[in-house]
């Protein structure tokens, strides 16, 4: 996740930890559930934030998207209140498959190194 400049970055790093508590502490949509925010990149302009989230459970991923989705509208003005920037940014969410990629090939090392222990 490449950041635009150093504001963006303070930005992204400032809405990534006030949406997690913002979706902990107010969001009532049950499509969400358990999710976790992995990281916001910022467009040059901080017009647009591409929030990234994680699911514990693989099932639940488009669900908690839609839930997030149409909860846009709600997160962006809670972000609002909590945050003095000019114009609070787009808010657009996208699923983060590295933590799954990341689990599935540290499985896939345990067992390679498993079978060199045998031999």
């Given at each position: 996740?490449?950041?635009?400049?150093?504001?963006?970055?303070?930005?992204?790093?400032?809405?990534?930890?006030?949406?997690?508590?913002?979706?902990?502490?107010?969001?009532?949509?049950?499509r969400?559930?358990?999710?976790?925010?992995?990281?916001v990149?910022?467009?040059?302009?901080?017009?647009?934030?591409?929030?990234?989230?994680?699911c514990?459970?693989?099932?639940?991923?488009?669900?908690?998207?839609?839930?997030?989705?149409?909860?846009?509208?709600?997160?962006?003005?809670?972000?609002?209140?909590?945050?003095?920037?000019?114009?609070?940014?787009?808010?657009?969410?996208?699923?983060?498959?590295?933590?799954?990629?990341?689990?599935?090939?540290?499985?896939?090392?345990?067992?390679?190194?498993?079978?060199?222990?045998?031999?």
């Amino acid at each position: 996740m490449a950041r635009a400049n150093g504001r963006a970055q303070k930005v992204g790093d400032q809405i990534q930890r006030e949406l997690s508590d913002i979706i902990f502490r107010e969001l009532r949509d049950p499509r969400v559930g358990f999710i976790t925010l992995t990281g916001v990149e910022m467009s040059p302009d901080c017009s647009h934030a591409s929030v990234f989230f994680t699911c514990l459970e693989s099932a639940r991923v488009e669900p908690a998207l839609v839930g997030l989705q149409r909860a846009a509208g709600f997160l962006r003005t809670q972000l609002g209140r909590r945050m003095r920037l000019f114009t609070t940014p787009q808010l657009h969410f996208k699923y983060d498959a590295s933590v799954e990629r990341g689990d599935r090939l540290s499985r896939l090392i345990d067992a390679a190194n498993a079978e060199h222990v045998k031999d």
